[in-house]
């Protein structure tokens, strides 16, 4: 892996498809953002939303980072959904095989979390490591790793509970790391400083404030958000409150984006199409003057 592909891979996951969630948020979810009790405008409101979604989105995309990793060592990466007891799916963050062991990481950012998360955490990690021992027996090595080494709020109850299940699986290889230990393990100690560097180069490369004007580039936004469910958009253009209190006009600042998707209404077939671009042309007349 070199930066170009890192940089691919966290630009596809945090930032691809941000308009999609958000207009879906927004007719799902509309009460979070509108309100005359919030002491927040609403561009702040929609930049506060937008910096949460990135911190989510950063673990998969860290996610995908480790693995490519892992499969450029020689690893075969196997199908991380999986069936626990009673058929409960269950999805592993790493799972991979060298031929003779099997490799299963539950993998967080950060461990930083309160007394209730922390539990869950450590029951999820059991489900899949009993599921994975019936598979697998001991021939299993199973990981509980946190990426930033600089957050270890609860090291003591993890190390305390990995412990413990080392008592039940007597066979299984368990580990506990954070940041470059689990590099080290795998024998590519190398490439966690090089992470860290490739890192800082990305985020010095980020605007101070992410880009909430989806009219700052129309056609691309319309390219990006025109296939939205015809439920959603009805939702969105319906919802008066989101227009009068000003969280359309946050996203959409000049509508250009709008009279595109509303053209795109207009070219559709049936009553529900046609519908949508009456409606939404006299939202635009009505907000933006045309």
Known sequence: MDYQEFAQVLNKHIFYGNKRELLVRLANNPERFIGLFRPSKPSTK?????????EIRMGDALEEIIGLVIQGQGYILLDKNIQGENSELLRLDQYFTDGEKYYFIEQKIRDDHDSTKKRGQMQNFE????ALYQRHGGNLVGIMYFI???FSKNKNYYQEEIQTLRGKYEQVELHLFYGKQLFEYLGIADFWDKMLGWLKQWKEDLPEIPEINFDANPYESFMEIKDINASIW?????NEKLWE?????ALFRTGDTLKLIQEEFSKMKGKVYKQLADDLREKIVKYYGG
């Open 245 to 249: 209190e000003g969280i359309i006009k």
């Open 46 to 54: 929609i930049l506060q939303h937008l910096l949460q979604s990135y």
């Open 148 to 150: 930033d080494p600089d």
């Open 127 to 130: 489900k899949k490591l009993n």
């Open 234 to 238: 009805q939702k969105i253009i319906s």
